[in-house]
Structures are given as structure tokens and as C-alpha cells.
């Protein structure tokens, strides 16, 4: 059913948290057995039910699936993962060889599709494949942008090597800028991934943290972030001919609402890290915030 690997060269050792199911004993703890000599930490499972409830209890890089399971096929397996939202990236095996089957499979959110009899070498090269693919880039401690500098770490940011003190939020605001240089960012990109959760209301609260947060960059340089009417803001340098950058109309610099101004976390105390945030340190206090947010 599939080609034994070959040990005797030396390779880099592998990591990632990785589920086989295979209801055949000798080729699951076969793949098992390549896959942990290779440095991965594998689970294995035998029934469908068993992969789905470890993989809906348990955070796992990738699922190595088998569709033809006794109970709950692989493919009903992976769409009721996918519709309770967890995106786990998928390998299907299977004895089919047919292009219907391979089309269903990675139609329903497959990332790869093997059929048997494979070589464990491949299935290997196949999964650091998917994992290089899927898995997030790290990101480095620093961000930089032209003479803008953000320490993650730390939680300084520095124009120009001066210090600018920001809130919480416009802290979030501004690693967000400058995780996506250059890209436009509209407003419910930016409710999404900054406040993490459902503002339900006016998207006052960003143009209000973007004026606060463009005011504050531009007290140490030229403008850096800019508006693009009716779509949204982007971290980049300034054009030839730009305007300066006042913002869209209706962004005023006072909040329509004293409610949109500030979410819980953003005067007196740190962001709650229950909504996302990422947690910053007692120095980023009441006495750092800007005056509007107070």
C-alpha cells in the first residue's frame, strides 16, 4: 500500500501537531511511526468519529485523513469542520483514483489529495508542503516603515528615533498599518483585526482613532497614513502632489458619539485581552492616552 522511506540521509528535524486517521492498523501506524521519526508529534485515530471529535477538542496543524472510514467518511468529516469554522488544513489518502473524487475532495476544503499506494517520502515532502503554506509567517519583533519603527516586544514606537506615546488602541491601529504596508484598508478590515469583535454600530470609532493616530505620526514627519475616498486608509509614503491628507468627510476630530470614542480598556485601564488585544504593559496608561480618549 505505500513505499517504506529511506533513513539514511540526514535531514532537518520537522515540527507540527499533526492527526493520521486510517482505519487500516499496519499503513496508520506506519505513517505514524515515518512522521514521528521525522520530528512531528502525530495522534493517530481509527474511526471517523474518533477524528472528529479530536479534531474539534484539539488544536492541530494538519489532519492526514482517510475518505473511506467505516462510520463518517473523510469527506463529511472535513465539511462539518469546516462549518463549525475550524480551517485545520486537510491531506486526503484514498484508494479512489478518480478526478471526481479528487475534485470533491479538494472542493470542500481539501489542501491535498493522495491516492494508494504512495511513498512515505512523498506523503513527508506533501506535508511540510501544506504546513509552509498554511501555517502564518512570523513576524519579527520590530516593524518597520520608512523612519516609523514599532517594537512588539516593548511596545515603543519611535519616529525619526523619537518616542511617540500612544493608546492601546491606537497602538493595535498602527501594527495593523504596518503588518499591510501599502494596502488599503477599509473600515471593517480594520473593526475586524483591531477591535476583534462585532462593534455593532457607526465606524465612527476608526475614523476618530485614525485622526488621533495620523495627528500623532505627523507631529514627527510628513503624513503616512492616507485616506482613499469611500474605501478606506493605507501606511504609505507620501506622492508627489498628495494633499494634505485631512481625512474623508464626516472625519471629524471629535467622535459623533462620546460612546464610539472609547471601548472598555481604552482610558483608565489596559485593553482586555479577552477581546484580542494584544496585552499591553502598565506604561501604556491613562497618562499615555491621548487627550481625547481620557
Known amino acids: 500500500m505505500f513505499t517504506a522511506v529511506c533513513c539514511d540521509f540526514v535531514v532537518a528535524p520537522d515540527d507540527g501537531n499533526l492527526l493520521v486517521v486510517d482505519d487500516e492498523l499496519f499503513l496508520r501506524e506506519a505513517v505514524a511511526a515515518s512522521l514521528r521519526f521525522l520530528g512531528f508529534e502525530v495522534t493517530a485515530a481509527q474511526t471517523g468519529t474518533d477524528a472528529l471529535r479530536l479534531a474539534r477538542n484539539r488544536l492541530f496543524d494538519l489532519l ?75 513576524v519579527e519583533p520590530v516593524l518597520s516603515f ?88 493605507s501606511l504609505r509614503l507620501p506622492r508627489p502632489g498628495d494633499p494634505r491628507d485631512r481625512g474623508e468627510p464626516g472625519d471629524a476630530d471629535e467622535p459623533d458619539d462620546p460612546r464610539d470614542c472609547c471601548e472598555p480598556g481604552d482610558a483608565d485601564e489596559p485593553d482586555d485581552p479577552g477581546h484580542g488585544a494584544i496585552p499591553v504593559p502598565a506604561s501604556l496608561d491613562e497618562s499615555q492616552a491621548s487627550p481625547d480618549e481620557s
Not at 481539501?110 to 512523498?122: A, H, I, Q, R, S
Not at 514599532?150 to 493595535?172: A, C, H, K, M, N
Not at 498599518?177 to 484598508?185: D, H, I
Open 146 to 233: 520608512a523612519d516609523l519603527t514599532l517594537d512588539q516586544d516593548t511596545y515603543e514606537v519611535r519616529r525619526d528615533g523619537r518616542r511617540i506615546d500612544l493608546s492601546p488602541t491606537e497602538f493595535r491601529l498602527l501594527r495593523y498599518f504596518m503588518l499591510n504596508p501599502g494596502r488599503v484598508l477599509t473600515r471593517v478590515q480594520l473593526l475586524d483585526h483591531v477591535w476583534d469583535y462585532d462593534f455593532g454600530g457607526s465606524s465612527t470609532v476608526v475614523s476618530t482613532y485614525v485622526t488621533y493616530l495620523r495627528r500623532k505620526l505627523a507631529s514627527g514627519g510628513p503624513d503616512l497614513i492616507h485616506t482613499q475616498r469611500a474605501v478606506g486608509y
Open 64 to 138: 492526514i485523513l482517510d475518505v473511506m472510514l467505516p462510520d463518517i467518511d473523510g469527506f463529511e468529516i472535513v465539511r462539518r469542520l469546516r462549518r463549525d469554522g475550524n480551517r485545520v488544513p486537510v491531506i486526503f489518502l484514498t484508494a479512489k483514483d478518480t478526478q471526481d473524487d479528487k475534485v470533491t475532495g479538494l472542493t470542500i476544503g481539501g489542501d491535498d489529495y493522495m491516492t494508494k499506494p504512495f511513498g512515505l517520502e512523498e506523503l513527508a515532502a506533501r506535508v511540510r508542503t501544506v504546513l509552509r503554506r498554511t501555517r502564518p509567517v512570523p
